[in-house]
Structures are given as structure tokens and as C-alpha cells.
């Protein structure tokens, strides 16, 4: 399955809106931007859409303000606690900027992941 690609224009709003803080680490995920705190990924660009992580209530809320849905990477297959804002080019900055550092928030008080051990490349020898 080819993901869709996010734009320059797109990566470089994200790059502008994620700010550093404590714990937060930007890298890709299938070759689009995304950011993670304390090894939980928060948001992420997937295409021409910016995924946040959220409470229930404010996977609720987010839709009031944003154009939103929940985001299921594929078909059939929603990943739980996150919503796609579509078209984040036309939103809000400062809106945006509110809702990814909610999104920051609730997956700073998520239990910290701990890195998966890499396969040793002698394993298979």
C-alpha cells in the first residue's frame, strides 16, 4: 500500500507549530513528520492531514473547531485516540498550535514506552 505524501508546505508548518519541549523527539514514520514525547507519538502529518492524540472529550471538541475525523491509516482501521484535522494549511494557526499542545499533553501523561531492542544483524548468520 503507497501513503500518501505530505506536502513542503504542510512539513513546514508542522516543523513551525510542534515546539520543543521536555521529552519531545521528531522523527518520521513512513517518510512524513511526526513527534513523539516520552516514546508515545503525539501528532503527525499523514498526506495533506495533521493526526493528534486526544482525550475522548476532546476528540469530541477538536471537531467543533477543525475539520476532523477519526484517522484510520487504512480502510477498516482506526487507530484509537486519534483524529485526522483535515486540511491544516487552511486552519487556524493559533487554533492548531492549542490543539497540538493538548495533544502534547495528554500523551505526556501516558506511561513512557520503552525503545523495542534492535535485531542484531549476526542473529541471522
Known sequence: M???????ALAEL??????????????????MPTAFVNGNMFTGLFGEGLTLRL?????????????????????????KEYVLVRDPLRADRVVLEAWIGRSLEFASALPAKQPKPRKSKAAGA
Do not use: H, T, Y
Request: net charge positive; charged share 20%; no cysteine.
Open 2 to 8: 503507497k501513503l500518501p505524501k505530505s506536502s513542503s
Open 14 to 31: 508542522f516543523a513551525d507549530l510542534v515546539q520543543d519541549a521536555p521529552g519531545v523527539v521528531r522523527k518520521p514514520m513512513f517518510g
Open 55 to 79: 482525550s475522548p472529550g476532546d476528540r469530541v471538541a477538536v471537531a467543533a473547531e477543525l475539520p476532523s475525523e477519526p484517522f484510520a491509516p487504512m480502510p477498516g482501521r482506526p487507530m
